[in-house]
């Protein structure tokens, strides 16, 4: 069995993850709104991502004899004024799932649960990405969205994301 805490800690990221999930489509929903469907593509996948997150998290627990407590998912809150207030809202919110992830790890560590920390090493490296990726959201923002052009060319490069399933597989 799962340290008591770690597993708790485990149970709320399933929670985390889809809320996640919820906000990306909420932005999603924004873009879709503006007639930016490239943006509202990339958004898209990115929920489909964390719903990805959410079942492996959900999957390492009962793969531990853990059973799982599901509770309501929060309805997003944020009010966007504009395209950039949706990139900054994203890098944000990766940045507060780092911590998150970070805190786990932490409590595996001090549990000597070595099982959980390679698990949770995957969502480390992932992190990473998705920070970068944001990063680099609104570095092309801040570059071309407010030439009307340019901005339709970002749209386009966005609409390329295709969905992927994560590289981490549990049995
Ligand atoms: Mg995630």
């Not at 853990?66 to 966007?80: E, N, S, Y």
Request: glycine fraction near 4%; charged fraction near 25%; aromatic fraction near 14%.
């Amino acid at each position: 069995m799962l340290n008591k805490k770690v597993a708790d800690l485990l149970n709320d990221q399933i929670n985390k993850e889809f809320y996640s999930a919820y906000l990306y489509l909420d932005m999603n929903n924004y873009f879709e709104a503006r007639g930016l469907n490239g943006f509202a593509n990339w958004y898209k996948i990115q929920a489909m991502e964390e719903r990805d997150h959410a079942m492996l998290f959900y999957q390492y627990l009962q793969n531990n004899d853990c059973k799982v407590t599901l509770g309501a998912i929060a309805q997003p809150d944020k009010k966007f004024k504009c395209d950039m207030d949706v990139l900054k809202a994203g890098l944000e919110h990766e940045e507060y799932v780092t911590s998150l992830i970070n805190n786990i790890y932490a409590e595996a560590y001090k549990a000597k649960d070595f099982r959980t920390m390679q698990f949770l090493d995957w969502f480390i490296k992932e992190q990473g990405e998705e920070e970068t990726n944001a990063r680099d959201m609104i570095t092309k923002m801040e570059l071309f969205g407010s030439d009307p052009k340019s901005l339709y060319m970002l749209n386009q490069e966005l609409a390329g994301r295709v969905y992927s399933a994560p590289s981490l597989v549990l049995d």
